[in-house]
């Protein structure tokens, strides 16, 4: 059976919600053992999950709350299984007990978080507010987790299918960062990955205790030096991530008199200034971070040296731009424009913020054409 | 080994002995497990022990059986876990009234809906003990603790209540009543569905010799003098300890995992 239709486009493609595609990429990426919680914006994917998991003979449970569901996963881990919860920034602030917890007991899960507007309840509309939630640690101790940021319906599936094998990899809970936009919206995506080969085996995992030293999970080391110790194997974890799993895209960077950076939906809009950008003598260029921990700081230290000023868009008060900041170490100027709440920055915005942030009559001149252009 | 000795098996003997206070009740009941275990002869390879915190919560490292240590009052949801993952284990909990109860009393209430094939065995010894001595779900209502110095105001829970009609097992037992609480356990072990076992036991440090008992074993004729064994009743009055076992057995699993 030919697999394209003339003109190269794919005929596996399917039309799906972000949330959808991270629970379809979940179940291809081997994961059998599903926990969730009615909330908005990602309700979606628990309603996905609710026929597909049992199709592949796999568990679904509804939880009695999020501190449940994130508490199955803890188990489901800890027997060795694929295990993945989804819920959006109030829900997961109720996970992040469980999350401590799993990083600290070093259990290898998936937890996606499609954030809406805070704090508090807030309201249900897209919202990039939990960075540091997500980014920072979340629970108490001395911990990290990897955090993935998809800008597209393909790369949520994409990362998913990642997310599971780097959880794998490295003992470690994986959050994919998405908000309500890139959770709802529908675009063509295909599955194509394959889980990766030659993961380390799971000897640590619980399947019985017989004829081998038994297998304990846990994170607590009562014992005086046994818990800096083990911090500091945490530690040296943490840094081999970062050697090695740093992703981003950089558009344009060579070039560039200005740099944005911005990932997931406000990366897309500023995509477009970029485009627009590139008809004009003042160029606009940018780095959009796929990996937000570890933070892809090495690139953002080098595009700051050459250009006149960094411009980081998210929609918060600022969280990311902290780490952009820490990034370039005074090397540059270093702007944010955010609009929380649910708004949503528009290109326009973004021009006449980089027009007031560049005192150049080039810069201005041009970017005000840029403004001009539908 | 001899008979007699057999369930040792099931203990880490060089991490004896536990760091319960002198008088406590929990190495009896942890004793009582080992011996049920014993005489169903459970494979170490299909059982694993997950516990809760408190310190009741401690009993799961004396095990030799792989085991889980989770956050406070997820010890349900993460045996839960486990048991939708490779549903061969026999799940065990143990843990105390204030983990199951108190901070894990939602999960408790849905694990009964679920019926989900685990065993909880739960020391119920009336008090937060490890933290000093605070009111606890099972405390009696007038009784004073650290933090009720007026007598508690509240009704100690009815767990009995929860399981009647859930077709779930429940028992209740007590640290003198040995026998009994064997059968308690190995039949819970053995139900097909979720099976709940509240031990009564006795924590003089921090709740007995506040109440004006002078040691423990005052706690323990106690429990022989004011509980009387009624099996297999409708419902347990509030001296009566025994099993209230559903007729249904239901097993529920969520889907197959072959």
Known sequence: MKDRLPGGISIMKQLLTGNEAAAEAAIQAGCRYYYGYPITPQNELINYMSTRMPEVGGAFIQAESEIAAISMVHGSAAAGGRAMTSSSSPGISLKQEGISYLAGSELPCVIVNIQRGGPGLGDISASQADYFQAVKGGGHGDYHTIVLAPCSVQEMADLVYDAFDLADKYRNPVIILGDAQVGQLMEPVEFHKKPKKNLPAKSWALTGAEGRKKNVIKSFYPVKGQLEEFNAHLQRKYRTIEEHEVRYEAINIHKADVILVAYGTSARICKEVVKKSQQYKFKVGMVRPVTLWPFPKEIIRKVSERVECILTVEMSAGQMVEDVKLAVEGRCPVHFYGRTGGGVPTSLEIIRKIVEIVPDNRAANTLLQLAAVK | ?258
């Not at chain 2, 169903?40 to 030799?64: H, Q």
């Not at chain 2, 284990?89 to 009393?105: A, H, R, Y």
């Not at chain 2, 009995?160 to 026998?179: D, G, P, W």
């Not at chain 2, 007995?208 to 009624?230: A, D, P, T």
């Open chain 2, 1 to 258: 080994m001899n008979k007699d000795t057999n369930f040792k098996r099931y203990l880490k003997l060089d991490l004896l002995p536990t760091p319960w206070c002198p008088g406590c009740g929990n190495g009896i009941v942890l004793k009582t497990i080992c011996q049920a275990f014993d005489e169903l002869n459970l494979p170490k390879n299909g059982t694993v022990v997950v516990s809760g915190i408190g310190c009741a919560g401690r009993s799961a490292g004396y095990f030799d059986l792989d085991s889980v240590h989770t956050a406070h009052g997820r010890a349900i949801p993460v045996a839960e876990g486990i048991k939708y993952a490779n549903d061969a284990l026999n799940v065990v909990v143990i843990s105390g009234d204030g983990d199951l109860l108190g901070i894990g009393g939602n999960h408790l209430l849905h694990a009964i809906r679920r019926n989900t094939n685990i065993t909880v065995i739960c020391y119920a010894n009336e008090i937060y003990g490890m933290t000093g001595g605070q009111v606890s779900p099972t405390t009696p209502h007038g009784t004073k603790t650290l933090t009720t110095p007026n007598g508690n105001q509240d009704q100690p829970a009815d767990v009995q209540s929860l399981f009647k009609h859930h077709n779930c097992y429940y028992a209740r037992t007590t640290a003198y009543h040995l026998n009994h609480m064997k059968k308690c356990i190995m039949e819970a072990l053995e139900f097909k569905g979720f099976s709940f076992v509240e031990a009564r036991t006795m924590c003089i440090v921090n709740n007995g010799r506040r109440l004006g008992y002078k040691n423990s074993n005052e706690m323990l004729l106690h429990y022989k003098e004011f509980y009387k064994v009624n099996d297999y009743a409708e419902e347990l009055a509030q001296n009566e300890i025994g099993i209230i076992k559903s007729v249904v057995e239901t097993g529920f699993k969520p889907v197959s995992t072959d």
